[in-house]
């Protein structure tokens, strides 16, 4: 169901309301609270990092179960799915980047977050150890797992034998099987001048590609492991970047750019200023004035020819090229010609220029391949702009295959060996995110992962979209989750969730991101608890198109996206089923940051806010007069009245910790009222589970104290407890 109205229709038209319920018999109602806990509805197990091997039909992933994440296989014929790992604390150690060889016999992940900008790992359960991240191996016919290296990314060898991995610039290899793993990452593989980015394994295993960053210059190189010989292929006084191998490991395709006339060591004159000199005066061009060249080498020699450029207008796009892979006799990119992103190929046998692969309209986001190179399968929303489906077409071109359909949501293919089935990442408005298989060609896809038994899954509401338009005619996308037995004549309370990013989709149904996935089943908690809720997919978010994602005036530069949560907020106050003086506001990161917004700009709509890791100063805040600042929450101080819950962890790598220090000390300074949990050595969006249960249980706490009960409002909160 599909329902429309305007900002102008809701203030221009007034609206049939019928008498409420009495507030003391309302109260009483929606004091039985859910059917069920947050505990419950976060009891189901998140699947991600789907991977399927080339030559086997055997899949793997990982699983998050309420913080103990672990590795998983399954293989024909049956695809039962086998635990490989036993990490069985919730201790906040991240599980992520898992690669699977050819064969299927072993499997890579890394173990631990990724470092922040001093290098420090994340310790979320403060461990005085302290964190690490490192790699980490095990074999898929069992058997313990087996640390590696200390690294921040490896790159697995096709044949399972070895894995790669850069640390100041040069490259490193561990034996996965045999050998002292500590010897063998204690000095440098092979040595280069420059700093060495991107390495790629060939298909063999046996040549390492990669980029060597020389200042004004980059060259793609190959080094030989039987021959313990580097090889430079075609070099010359461009920006090389992006090796892609060819099947057979003979020859390596990579994108040329031109170099930099001032290298990043060279000195530039006194007083020279980018600015003033054009582009040609800055970079060496190619003949004819193109910015962008793919080329292919031979991989033993290093002679190279140039394969294809852009030519004309037409064509400009193309220069956005920045990385290839190469798919049977195809290379495969993708590039954003208008308003939709779109994944192209180029024939290296008869390179005529790109072929279109995805739809004109809609999202291709994550992209499989089939092992005979033959067909490119993508998740898109497609014919379904709030969920996800996925499909596939001929690399060498032609019309796009639908592969699933219907109401639920399917992304991440990973296609089997045989060609005969692809592994799915599938959730729905009942479903969480579980790992199903379905003919490639198409079917009904079938679930192979399971649910525990205090799952509520039954009593899931089914949300809606609602498409609304905002006060400067921008319409916008939502979820509207009704609860269930409301009837006529009712007023319930009501919030609005609100994304991060901004560049992020709140789907009809289940997310395939680990955050959005638990916010999707705390609405369907808050629905069942009795509110009315509505997801909303402001501007600046995926999924709508480019002109949608980069409206302008967005964030600093105007706070235009604030318009469609207000537009929001009054669509609920006119509803006739919400209670207009109980509209409370949630979100984490942007979602945080909007949640603030709303607080201090209209404290006379939205009556209490929970705002996690949220942005609070844009801008400089001694420039009052700037646009950043006034596009700030606490340019708005003045005027806030509302109760807010402040939740964030201090080892925040996305949003500095300090904007939370700051707005504390102005919302004491001015008697606001607020509440506030922080999370040491926890990062954005936490680590541990335990933290999340603390975060929505509290959440849960204080709506109903504050849009229930109607507490709080108008009082100060004092340094309690509750901080």
């Not at 609304?468 to 004549?489: C, I, M, S, W």
């Amino acid at each position: 169901m599909r329902v429309r109205t305007s900002l102008s229709l809701l203030l221009g038209i007034g609206l049939l309301v019928t008498a409420p319920l009495p507030v003391e018999a309302q109260r009483v109602s929606e004091r039985k609270g859910a059917p069920f806990t947050i505990e419950q509805i976060l009891s189901a197990p998140f699947a991600y990092d789907l991977v399927a091997a080339r030559k086997a039909d055997r899949i793997a992933w990982l699983m998050n179960e309420q913080g103990r994440r672990n590795v998983y296989t399954a293989a024909a014929p049956d695809f039962k799915p086998v635990r490989l790992t036993s990490f069985d604390a919730d201790d906040g150690v991240d599980l992520d980047d898992l690669q699977i060889s050819d064969d299927g016999s072993v499997v890579v992940f890394m173990r631990g977050h990724m470092p922040n900008r001093s290098g420090w790992v994340a310790n979320p359960s403060s461990d005085p150890a302290g964190g690490e991240r490192a790699a980490w191996v095990v074999s898929t016919s069992g058997g313990e797992p087996r640390r590696l290296a200390e690294a921040v990314r490896v790159s697995l060898a096709p044949d399972g034998s070895a894995i790669l991995f850069l640390k100041e610039g040069e490259v490193y290899r561990v034996p996965v099987k045999g050998g002292d793993p500590d010897s063998a990452a204690a000095k440098p593989f092979f040595r280069v001048f420059g700093r060495v980015t991107g390495p790629v394994w060939s298909p063999d295993s046996r040549k390492i590609a990669f980029v060597t960053e020389r200042g004004s210059h980059s060259f793609v190189a190959v080094y030989d492991l039987d021959r313990h010989k580097i090889t430079y292929l075609a070099p010359g006084v461009d920006r090389d970047k992006s090796p892609a191998w060819s099947p057979d490991s003979r020859r390596v395709a990579f994108v040329r750019t031109p170099g930099r006339t001032f290298g990043e060591e060279a000195e530039r004159p006194a007083g020279f200023r980018a600015s003033d000199h054009p582009p040609g005066m800055l970079r060496a061009h190619f003949p004819g004035g193109h910015r962008l060249e793919i080329w292919v080498a031979d991989a033993e020699t290093g002679e190279g020819e140039r394969l294809w450029h852009p030519k004309g207008r037409k064509e400009s796009d193309f220069e956005a090229i920045t990385r290839i892979t190469w798919e049977g006799e195809h290379l495969l990119f993708r590039v954003t010609p208008d308003d939709w992103p779109r994944y192209y190929s180029l024939s290296t046998v008869r390179p005529s220029g790109p072929v279109a692969l995805t739809h004109e309209t809609g999202l291709p986001e994550q992209i499989a391949v089939s092992p005979d190179g033959k067909y490119l399968y993508f998740a898109t929303n497609h014919g379904d702009i709030d969920r996800r489906h996925v499909w596939r077409v001929q690399l060498k071109g032609g019309k796009p295959e639908q592969v699933t359909r219907g109401t639920e949501i399917e992304t991440y293919p990973a296609v089997l060996a045989s060609g005969d089935q692809i592994a799915i990442l599938r959730a729905g408005a009942r479903q969480p995110q579980s790992v199903a298989l379905v003919a490639a060609k198409g079917g009904e896809p079938r679930i192979i992962t399971s649910l525990p038994a205090e799952f509520p899954q039954q009593a899931h509401v089914v949300p809606e979209n609602v498409t609304l338009t905002a006060a400067d005619g921008v319409e916008f996308h939502n979820q509207l989750f009704l609860p269930p037995g409301l009837k006529r004549g009712e007023r319930r309370p009501a919030l609005i969730f609100m994304h991060g990013g901004p560049a992020r989709q709140m789907l009809l149904g289940y997310h395939y991101g680990h955050f959005y996935h638990m916010a999707y089943a705390i609405n369907q908690y808050f629905a069942n608890k009795g509110y009315i809720v509505l997801s909303v997919n402001y501007r600046g978010g995926i999924g709508y198109g480019r002109s949608f994602q980069n409206a302008p005036r967005r964030g600093r530069n105007g706070l235009s996206e604030y318009q469609d949560i207000l537009a929001a907020g009054l669509y609920l106050k006119g509803r006739d089923d919400v209670d207009p003086e109980r509209i409370g506001l949630w979100g984490l990161s942007y979602g945080g940051y909007l949640t603030a917004e709303g607080l201090a700009r209209n404290s006379d709509l939205f009556a209490a806010g929970v705002d996690m890791a949220g942005v609070h100063s844009r801008g400089n805040p001694l420039d009052r007069e700037s646009v950043g600042f006034k596009s700030s929450s606490i340019s708005q101080i003045d005027k806030w009245r509302s109760p807010v819950l402040l939740i964030h962890g201090d080892d925040d790598r996305n949003v500095a910790f300090s904007h939370t220090v700051g707005l504390v000390q102005l919302l004491r300074a001015h008697s606001i009222p607020y509440e506030l949990i922080v999370f040491p050595d926890e990062v954005h969006s936490f680590l541990r589970f335990q933290h999340w249960l603390r975060a929505f249980n509290a959440t849960d706490d204080f709506f109903e104290r504050t849009l229930i009960r109607r507490e709080l409002r108008g009082k100060k909160v004092a340094q309690s407890s509750k901080e």
